[in-house]
Nanobody, 115 residues
Framework: QVQLVESGGGLVQSGGSLRLSCAAS????????MNWHRQAPGKQREFVAT???????NYADSVKGRFTVSRDNAKNTIHLQLNSLKPEDTAVYYC?????????WGQGTQVTVSS
């Protein structure tokens, strides 16, 4: 079955960096677009970034120029490099894939940015 496991979250000061990873299994990873979303306390989950099977990428305006998404098809893994972090980036970050008509999510990894 599809499994997504995020890692790499933590506590960082404003202006700092983190690198998140998502290890995927149970589907043909290389042909699917992979996504990052986040959910801050008391807010709805929101789109952060996507990387297509072609390696093309797209970002939410709020993270453009600061975050970079990438994929490693040999390791069935995607990464999200978070730079110039701000307190408003504090959230649980989730990896996501749509396979057929189904959306799959990881358990999330907490990113906390202190001011």
């Amino acid at each position: 079955q599809v499994q997504l496991v995020e890692s790499g979250g933590g506590l960082v000061q404003s202006g700092g960096s983190l690198r998140l990873s998502c290890a995927a299994s149970g589907f043909m990873f290389r042909i699917y677009a992979m996504n990052w979303h986040r959910q801050a306390p008391g807010k709805q989950r929101e789109f952060v970034a996507t990387v297509a099977s072609s390696d093309s990428t797209n970002y939410a305006d709020s993270v453009k120029g600061r975050f970079t998404v990438s994929r490693d098809n040999a390791k069935n893994t995607i990464h999200l490099q978070l730079n110039s972090l701000k307190p408003e980036d504090t959230a649980v970050y989730y990896c996501n894939v749509r396979v057929g008509y189904n959306d799959y999510w990881g358990q999330g990894t907490q990113v906390t940015v202190s001011s």
